[in-house]
């Protein structure tokens, strides 16, 4: 389990890590969850193990059936979409603001990424690079100041998440890397229509990998718990 952040409450904690735990399937759709096991696996009481819950079935990522239980939801394509066109539509904007003067002192945290995400991709430590590729994408948000929003894209996200993730641990590529660069390089030349094409580019690789995803997962998708 990942180790408390610095100022993190007991709630945000357990929040982090049950997501974290949703979208790399290490609680699959269908599961069903005790607060008591999860509070001692992440060594912390029921109490904000309760209040992570409520949080993540706001978002629909569990759901509780009335005297059956919580359980993890499973997966719903339309809700995926969903996530996808949000990011898609508040991501473009955000990452062209970081083509403002203003902004280009910070570009080398994005650099940084970038050589840290090929040194794991290279070493094939993919839950490493996906780490990164989030902590990427969530740069554009803290650099530009609007964590806010971040957080309120994050609870719908984590169906794209799962989806996105699921996909790409079977099929590992320099092709993700390559568009982060793509990327920054249209933000370096404060080029903002190209950095909303490649956001746009890149976000799109689920949609041409939907159909092998929901063929392989079939058995996970969306039905009565």
Not at 118 to 143: A, C, G
């Amino acid at each position: 389990m990942n180790e408390p952040k610095h100022r993190e409450s007991s709630r945000e904690f357990a929040y982090r890590n049950l997501r974290e735990m949703i979208v790399n399937m290490e609680l699959k759709p269908g599961d069903k969850v005790s607060e008591t096991e999860l509070g001692t696996l992440l060594g912390i009481s029921r109490t904000p193990i309760r209040e992570a819950l409520i949080d993540l079935e706001k978002s629909g990522a569990v759901k509780v059936v009335s005297q059956k239980g919580t359980f993890i939801s499973f997966i719903d394509p339309f809700l995926i979409e969903e996530a996808r066109f949000l990011r898609l539509t508040l991501e473009k904007e955000v990452a062209s603001l970081l083509c403002e003067e203003q902004y280009h002192k910070d570009l080398y945290l994005l650099e940084d990424n970038l050589k840290l995400q090929e040194f794991y991709l290279q070493n094939e430590n993919y839950e490493k690079f996906l780490e990164l590729d989030n902590e990427f994408h969530h740069l554009f948000f803290r650099l530009t100041n609007k964590e806010n929003i971040y957080a309120l894209m994050r609870g719908l996200n984590i169906h794209f998440d799962r989806a996105r993730i699921c996909i790409f641990k079977n099929k590992p590529s320099f092709t993700t890397l390559e568009e982060h660069k793509d990327i920054l390089a249209a933000i370096r030349k404060q080029d903002k229509e190209s950095v909303k094409a490649c956001i746009e580019k890149h976000l799109y690789r689920y949609v041409l990998d939907k159909d092998h995803f929901e063929k392989e997962y079939s058995h996970y998708f969306k039905r009565s718990l």
